[in-house]
């Protein structure tokens, strides 16, 4: 088992090509990465980094014609309109530019080696990656491939019979509970806006241990430790899993700029010091984030909880300035808000408990 909580990520996400103006642009792994390893009390021994999956690894989940038409539009920069229209790569949502495909493949390089520091237990955290809506030949929501799932086989594959994925993304987590909607050794829950893209994950099945919570907007702390108590806790106890996975996406906070959700990094904190205790093995991944400066905090502040630190103490943390100029270099970025790292922790964002949040709780566990 490792000793000490170990945190994976990789430089390509400090230099890889940009699409202007493109969420994918926005800076948020790198920076989170730079505020975690500037603490004064970070041990570098912790630190590990991973390298790209190979094409053959990513068969695991993906249809060999998706991983060859991706990997060709990365080498090419461009998208025949049938790949575009059979593959979705080169869309909108999921552009190419330099680096994106070799991006998305180290992030399933970090999403095995995670699986494999886990075999024996212990913690392992990987800010990058989390793309949960990607399927195995279509790449969605800003996602070329999916991590999450090839993690979650990984650990089926060495053995593990129970495994639990919480999802905490503004966005329903389509393309995982997909991959195991008929698997019932993997639990999926996912917490999500309601009426929003990808407009899934409305209704549970219990009985393939799929749930799915739609949350309405402004959904503050309070209606989410509400959750995580009467719903989240119960679910995961009575399966007993051997790990758990928990996608990390930021947007469900107040300070995203694209949802409408209204969580404190602190809803975030708390949920994940609850749920590191209820598996042997607890791996927790970034995934959306609108906010660079909002991302960052919160999952530096992940970090803390998992070393049990306090994110609400007043770090030290060297070359502040050096990081938010790495992130102002970015044309899309806003300024951070004054006193950015007085303390990683947010103000509580408590509120009522609406009758819509108890009565979905409710359905949610007993359905």
């Known amino acids: 088992m490792t000793t000490k909580p170990l945190l994976l990520g990789s430089d390509i996400f400090g230099h890889t090509g940009r699409a202007s103006g493109h969420p994918l642009a926005w800076p948020k792994t790198a920076p989170t990465l730079d505020v975690i390893r500037s603490l004064d009390w970070f041990d570098p021994e912790q630190y590990l980094t991973?390298?790209?999956?190979f094409p053959r690894r990513l068969r695991a989940f993906h249809d060999q014609g998706y991983i060859d038409a991706a990997f060709d539009a990365d080498a090419r920069q461009e998208v025949p309109p049938d790949i575009?229209?059979?593959?979705?790569?080169?869309?909108?949502?999921?552009?190419?530019?330099?680096?994106?495909?070799?991006?998305?493949?180290t992030a399933c390089g970090v999403a095995l080696k995670a699986a494999d520091l886990l075999m024996d237990g212990g913690v392992v955290h990987s800010p990058l990656g989390g793309a949960h809506h990607v399927h195995p030949a279509r790449a969605a929501g800003f996602g070329y491939f999916n991590d999450l799932v090839l993690g979650i086989l990984a650990l089926r594959d060495a053995g593990l019979t129970r495994i639990a994925y919480i999802d905490l993304d503004a966005h329903h987590g389509d393309g995982v509970e997909?991959?195991?909607?008929?698997?019932?050794?993997?639990?999926?829950?996912?917490?999500?806006?309601?009426?929003?893209?990808?407009?899934?994950?409305?209704?549970?099945?219990?009985?393939?241990?799929?749930?799915?919570?739609?949350?309405?907007p402004a959904f503050n702390d309070s209606e989410m430790a509400h959750l995580v108590r009467h719903a989240i806790c119960p679910i995961v106890e009575e399966f007993a899993p051997e790990a758990i996975v928990i996608q990390a996406g930021a947007d469900s906070l107040e300070d995203d700029l694209m949802m409408k959700l209204g969580l404190s990094n602190r809803a975030y904190f708390d949920t994940i010091d609850t749920l590191r205790h209820m598996a042997p093995r607890i791996w927790v991944t970034g995934?959306?984030?609108y906010n660079p400066w909002a991302v960052a905090r919160c999952w530096a502040g992940i970090w803390c909880v998992l070393n049990d630190r306090d994110p609400g103490g007043a770090p030290a943390v060297a070359g502040e300035q050096g990081i938010i100029d790495g992130v102002l270099q970015w044309p899309t970025v806003?300024?951070?808000?004054?006193?950015?790292?007085?303390?990683?922790?947010d103000d509580p964002r408590p509120g009522d408990i609406r009758d819509c949040v108890k009565q979905a709780t409710k359905t949610l566990l007993h359905s």
């Open 84 to 105: 575009r229209l059979k593959y979705g790569l080169g869309s909108s949502d999921n552009p190419i530019f330099p680096g994106v495909i070799e991006r998305a493949a």
């Open 50 to 53: 991973g390298s790209k999956a």
């Open 334 to 345: 806003c300024d951070p808000p004054e006193n950015w790292l007085s303390t990683l922790a």
């Open 287 to 289: 995934g959306g984030g």
């Open 178 to 216: 997909a991959a195991f909607a008929f698997d019932r050794n993997v639990l999926t829950l996912s917490i999500h806006e309601e009426n929003c893209w990808p407009f899934s994950g409305t209704e549970s099945d219990p009985s393939y241990r799929v749930y799915n919570y739609c949350v309405p």
